[in-house]
């Protein structure tokens, strides 16, 4: 059992001007934005505007991100975040009727997720740290870990319904979540902090400083 590097994905890079398409005529802005006005927001001309839309042009991924959040479409950006590997896709939506379904669904998946967490800290407490993995326990970690996974998708399935019934911008939760965190110092604030740390710990743990 290794580490991969390779990206997860269900979408080949070549379809990043249908998201970009899928964005703009599913716009989330309040607003009915034109090539033009797209473009002024994102520093583009309507004409690269036009031509992501249809086809004639393949933006970069950073371009890519700049279109679909001023578009202000959560699917859109979860569609670019999966072709990246950096999430998975977006729910069907004929599957997300409504926010208490979604709600329900978001109880169950915690319930799994619970039930998964209890079975993994039993397996950890009985097990000795020089054994070897078997693949029961392989299987064990991977259910774990699927089942943390459910409650992501859950998760933001809430988000998303919570936008587009009620108006509220995922960004907020966001936003909310990261000024409680970094208050409650959980979160790794700074990259040069964090190496100044583990450079401690490894000093005081009696190995050699790079």
């Not at 070549?14 to 002024?40: H, P, V």
């Not at 319930?111 to 079975?119: G, I, S």
């Not at 774990?144 to 859950?154: N, V």
């Not at 490894?202 to 190995?207: D, M, N």
């Amino acid at each position: 059992m290794g580490n991969s590097s390779t990206t997860v994905s269900l979408y080949s890079r070549s379809r990043i001007s249908d998201i970009c398409e899928y964005a703009f005529r599913n716009q989330r802005t309040g607003e009915q934005m034109t090539y033009e006005s797209l473009g002024k927001h994102i520093g583009r001309s309507a004409r690269w505007v036009s031509d992501v839309i249809n086809g004639r042009a393949t933006p970069s991924r950073e371009d890519a991100e700049d279109f679909v959040r001023t578009c202000a479409n959560h699917r859109a950006i979860r569609m670019l975040k999966h072709m990246y590997g950096d999430a998975p896709p977006p729910t069907d939506p004929r599957l997300m009727v409504s926010l208490t379904g979604t709600l329900y669904n978001l109880i169950k998946q915690c319930e799994d997720v619970l039930e998964a967490a209890k079975e993994t800290i039993e397996w950890e407490r009985s097990r000795r740290p020089w054994q070897s993995l078997t693949s029961s326990d392989e299987r064990t970690l991977t259910h774990l870990g699927k089942q943390i996974e459910d409650i992501f998708q859950a998760g933001d399935d809430v988000h998303i319904l919570m936008d587009e019934r009620y108006g509220i911008n995922p960004v907020v939760h966001q936003e909310n979540w990261l000024v409680e965190a970094r208050a409650q110092e959980i979160i790794v604030s700074d990259p040069r902090e964090l190496m100044r740390r583990e450079r401690q710990d490894l000093f005081f743990a009696g190995g050699t400083l790079l």
